[in-house]
């Protein structure tokens, strides 16, 4: 039987909240890397697998090295895809559960890379009654982890297929990258108006995501989606 790593979340009550929110309510978008967190959640996952023995140092040293400088200036599409077919392949043949279990160990540090700014702007959302989707191009199972620490309601990550509980080294629907996060978030959350939405994220490769939305911000933006605020008049942050 075919699976996916990571089922789509059940929503979860905010604290302080009577019912959980709909997305017809209003939704806020969060991307994760460089955004909600300075760094690669995916380079920090597979770091984890290395130290844990489950692939081998080589899989990742060369992206673990250009980690200072996505910190600065994001990941090029042609090194993320890369790191993800890496990591596919390595994992090719492997139980899926080690795998979840390692993703849903990193919640608690993940959430504590959030700085406080973007931290305190996830929670006004989430005080107002938005329902909060943080949406990364990283594993299903990873990005719910840091989805639960953060209280935010619903995971949007890539899928991993699976059979018979063992990973084959293919994904399971869009890579959730460019175009792919819309994809993504539409087969996770369903049909939204984004028009009314909110969306945060930090690069040039967001952009399909960021024109959908009514309101879009740049949080800690690369060049291109620089560019591309200052000329449609976005707000521009910088959340640490």
Request: one cysteine or more; a neutral charge; glycine letters at 10%.
């Amino acid at each position: 039987m075919r699976s996916v790593v990571g089922a789509s979340l059940s929503p979860q009550v905010d604290v302080g909240s009577h019912r959980t929110p709909e997305p017809r309510d209003g939704v806020a978008v969060f991307d994760l890397d460089r955004t909600l967190i300075p760094g690669s959640s995916l380079a920090l996952f597979g770091r984890e697998l290395v130290r844990r023995g489950m692939v081998r140092r080589t899989t990742v040293a060369r992206h673990a090295a250009h980690e200072l400088g996505f910190r600065r200036q994001g990941l090029g599409a042609a090194r993320l895809d890369s790191l993800v077919h890496r990591l596919l392949d390595a994992a090719a043949g492997e139980p899926a559960e080690p795998l979840r279990q390692v993703a849903r160990s990193m919640g608690p540090e993940l959430a504590g890379q959030v700085p406080v700014a973007a931290r305190w702007l996830l929670e006004r959302h989430l005080g107002r009654g938005d329902f909060v989707v943080i949406l990364s191009a990283s594993p299903q199972e990873l990005v719910e982890a840091i989805t639960n620490e953060l209280g935010a309601h619903r995971a949007v990550g890539t899928r991993l297929e699976v059979d018979r509980d063992t990973l084959t080294g293919r994904l399971d629907g869009p890579f959730c990258y460019g175009q792919g996060k819309v994809e993504c978030l539409e087969r996770d959350v369903g049909p939204i108006d984004l028009s009314t939405a909110t969306a945060y994220a930090d690069s040039g490769s967001d952009l399909p995501l960021l024109e959908r939305c009514g309101t879009a911000v740049a949080v800690n933006p690369d060049r291109e989606l620089r560019r591309w605020a200052e000329r449609a008049r976005w707000p521009m942050v910088h959340l640490g």
